[in-house]
């Protein structure tokens, strides 16, 4: 919780970030990446990861910012001190 204050990111910040998404072709892969050219820039550091279970992890280590169903962000916000 102390590395994600915010509930909402601006681009500029996600830029800083490591990201992580769901497998290559898949569609939160593919939104996050049309979000980043929209908004004119290249993505940053996006890491394609096929297992919620894996990312929820990584997460949970402070790795990054991932693109998880809510029902996982809400069981990860619960676990969370």
């Not at 681009?11 to 990446?33: E, M, W």
């Not at 894996?54 to 001190?81: S, W």
């Amino acid at each position: 919780r102390e590395l994600h204050l915010r509930r909402r990111y601006r681009i500029a910040d996600l830029l800083s970030l490591d990201l992580l998404t769901f497998q290559r072709g898949s569609q939160p892969h593919v939104a996050l990446l049309e979000f980043f050219r929209e908004a004119g820039g290249a993505a940053p550091r996006v890491h394609a990861i096929s297992s919620i279970s894996a990312m929820a992890q990584l997460v949970e280590a402070g790795f990054g910012v991932a693109t998880l169903p809510r029902a996982v962000v809400d069981g990860l916000a619960r676990r969370l001190p």
